[in-house]
């Protein structure tokens, strides 16, 4: 398909597309600060980026991004927007509501903001597969590189880390500046490791509240991780890593 973004299409090629197919995925991402070099859209072009990926190799459509997520823990720093959970969960079950009436009846939600939104997108799915009687899969980065970063040696989960800036090095290069990145790994005990590669026990993800995060402001800019570890290649085969996975997800949606 030359135009896989629902956006971009009349409502005829959408019914033409519902005669042949009822699979759409979702990307949903987040609006906050991602450190000095990169930009604060990073989670929302990160969802957009791997979305349209899968779709080309698989023929489906991309629905509406849900740009804005919740944030509260970066409100810190200026130009971070955060949605309110309930809105959240609203806002995605009217977008899916909304697409099930017209007949897609297979969604895939794609979360850019890694670990952080999955909670509220959780109970939004749980709602639209009970009341709509539809198929929901939710997809998040963190979960979907285990095998890869354990094998890449790549550092745990952070905040504009190693793994995040390796990516937008690779998409976007032009949208990350490395000369203003900074490391700043903070301790942590180790039961508050929130990585899903992490073995042992760990307590449930708690973000952190403005007051917490003022270490990372003041000692690593937002950042929280070894961004200076980055790099476009490591980036390109994480992105692959992802996509790959991710097209086998939906291939199996699409029969399911």
């Known amino acids: ?13 959408v019914k033409d597309y519902l005669h042949l197919a009822d ?3 979702l990307p949903v991402g987040s609006i906050e600060q991602h450190g000095e070099h990169l930009p604060l859209g990073t989670d929302t072009m990160v969802a957009e980026a791997l979305a349209e990926a899968v ?3 698989t023929g489906v459509l991309v629905g509406p991004t ?16 955060t949605i309110r959970p309930e809105v959240l969960i609203e806002y995605l079950y009217d977008v899916i509501s909304s697409l099930a009436e017209h007949g897609f009846k297979r969604f895939l939600l794609l979360n850019g903001h890694r670990l952080v939104n999955i909670s509220w997108m959780q109970i939004a799915a ?9 198929k929901v899969y939710l997809a998040d980065p963190g979960f979907l590189s285990k095998e890869f970063a354990r094998n890449q040696g790549l550092e745990l989960i952070g905040h504009a880390d190693e793994i995040e800036s390796s990516h937008m090095l690779y998409l976007w290069p032009g949208m990350v500046d490395m000369s203003r990145a900074r490391d700043f790994v903070p301790q942590r005990k180790e039961y508050l490791h929130v990585d899903p590669r992490v073995g042992n026990d760990v307590l449930c993800y708690v973000p952190s509240c403005p007051e917490e995060m003022r270490q990372s402001v003041e000692e690593g800019a937002g950042v929280s991780g070894s961004p200076t570890r980055s790099d476009p290649e490591t980036g390109k085969a994480y992105h692959d890593w992802v996509v790959d996975r991710l097209v086998s997800i939906v291939n199996d949606l699409k029969h399911s």
């Open 1 to 13: 398909m030359d135009k896989v973004w629902l956006h971009q299409l009349c409502w005829t090629e």
């Open 23 to 25: 699979t759409i995925i």
């Open 55 to 57: 779709a080309r190799q």
């Open 66 to 81: 849900v740009s804005c997520g919740w944030s509260p823990h970066h409100m810190i720093l200026p130009g971070t927007v």
């Open 126 to 134: 749980e709602r639209a597969k009970r009341q709509l009687h539809i």
